[in-house]
């Protein structure tokens, strides 16, 4: 089966993304920055990337597979085989690392051992957790590694396309597509703080709102998956992997807009048009070599990136903003920034190399000698 090799360096590349908008755009939410920062602010846009990306690849990889060799019960074992290990050990380190702060909220109240391994027993399920049951007291649905939230929505796709969406044709897509357009850029216009950035939190709209940004993305992105096996562009040759790396680097970099309205816009044409574009061609690319192998590791990388960064970041922020105040050591606290992210990129690369692949590895081994 063919590799897309450049949406592999991308995905990695958006993975990344993510990890530096955490660490310097949700510590100024938690006032551990001194002054306004804005570097990597749109980052969270990577999730709606994701989304289109693993639509064009479910499509290229499963739609033709159907009533000959795939049945929905070994569709979803794959797609539990490729998420749900490193959903588990992100759990666990985020329970590791919700123990070193003292198993408390970010209020400072102590929370009862029973609702943290009640918190925990969701999560290794992937189920959300309710309000009451909200460890961290700022209403993520998974508050032991807040980003599963999209990777929860991750399965919601999976099964919707397995159950519907590779059922129907490629005009009756695009009438989806269309109508999930008009459905989410309502939304994000209509909203009172404008935009996309939802799913993570347990009030009711923030869900829908996430749940209107995968109807919208994965569809998408199964969309383009079979347009592009109709119509078989021809290979891009040079340097397609730097380009559309550059190009998605400055998307989800770009420093906040400022006006609520002009924000909007920027994120819907993001995820309406620029999103889609890079894909394409990124699927066009063609890249050897040392090109060939960085992209290769990065989209290996990128997914123990995205499940189990999150928790050093909690371990950051409550370090150096303890008391409610920067650490009175840095004007901007670089150096445990650094830290945190050089850490994550550790983390993940122990996660990748010694128990996801090798696991994965057995699991796929098992489940063919089953099948």
């Known amino acids: 089966m063919k590799r897309y090799d450049v949406l592999d360096g991308l995905r990695g590349i958006?993975?990344?993304?993510?990890?530096?908008?955490h660490v310097f755009n949700?510590?100024?939410?938690?006032?551990?920055?001194?002054?306004?920062?804005?570097?990597?602010?749109?980052?969270f846009l990577s999730v709606d990337f994701f989304f289109i990306l693993s639509g064009f690849v479910m499509g290229y990889a499963y739609d033709n597979k159907w009533g000959n060799d795939m049945t929905l019960g070994g569709f979803i074992k794959r797609r539990l085989i490729r998420l749900h290990p490193m959903i588990v050990i992100g759990v666990l380190i985020g329970a590791v690392a919700f123990a070193l702060q003292g198993f408390t909220k970010?209020?400072?109240?102590?929370?009862?051992?029973?609702?943290?391994?009640?918190?925990v027993l969701l999560g290794l399920f992937l189920i959300p957790s309710p309000a009451n049951i909200d460890v961290r007291g700022n209403t993520e649905i998974f508050p032991l590694n807040g980003p599963h939230w999209s990777l929860f929505f991750e399965?919601?796709?999976?099964?919707?396309?397995?159950?519907?969406?590779?059922?129907?044709?490629?005009?009756?897509?695009?009438?989806?597509?269309?109508?999930?357009?008009?459905?989410?850029?309502?939304?994000?216009?209509?909203t009172e703080d404008g935009g996309i950035a939802y799913g993570w939190s347990s009030d009711p709209l923030n869900l829908w709102g996430g749940a209107l940004r995968m109807l919208y993305a994965y569809p998408m992105g199964l969309l383009m998956a079979r347009v592009f096996h109709e119509r078989q562009p021809k290979p891009l040759h040079g340097h397609m992997f730097l380009i559309c790396?550059?190009?998605?680097?400055?998307?989800?970099?770009?420093?906040?807009?400022?006006?609520?309205?002009?924000?909007?816009?920027?994120?819907?044409?993001?995820i309406f048009s620029f999103f889609p574009t890079i894909i394409w061609y990124g699927a066009r690319g063609m890249v050897s070599g040392y090109l060939?192998?960085?992209?290769?590791?990065l989209g290996r990388l990128s997914y123990p990136l995205y499940a189990v960064h999150f928790p050093l970041v909690y371990l950051y922020i409550a370090w150096v903003?303890?008391?409610?105040?920067?650490?009175?050591?840095?004007?901007?606290?670089?150096?445990?920034?650094?830290?945190?992210i050089v850490a994550a990129l550790l983390v993940a690369t122990l996660?990748?190399?010694?128990?996801?692949?090798?696991?994965?590895?057995?699991l796929n081994k098992k489940n063919i000698s089953n099948s």
């Open 14 to 21: 958006a993975a990344l993304m993510v990890l530096l908008y």
């Open 26 to 43: 949700d510590a100024k939410s938690f006032f551990v920055w001194p002054t306004p920062v804005n570097e990597f602010f749109h980052g």
């Open 106 to 119: 970010w209020d400072g109240t102590e929370v009862a051992i029973q609702a943290f391994m009640l918190s």
């Open 155 to 190: 399965y919601i796709g999976s099964l919707l396309y397995g159950l519907l969406l590779h059922r129907l044709s490629t005009k009756w897509l695009r009438v989806w597509v269309a109508c999930s357009i008009i459905s989410i850029a309502g939304f994000a216009l209509l």
């Open 245 to 270: 790396g550059l190009a998605l680097t400055v998307l989800l970099g770009f420093p906040a807009l400022g006006d609520k309205d002009l924000e909007t816009i920027y994120q819907l044409v993001c």
């Open 292 to 297: 060939r192998k960085a992209a290769s590791f």
């Open 321 to 340: 903003g303890r008391d409610g105040h920067p650490y009175e050591g840095y004007a901007h606290p670089w150096l445990p920034a650094t830290v945190t």
């Open 351 to 362: 996660c990748l190399l010694f128990y996801d692949e090798p696991l994965r590895k057995r």
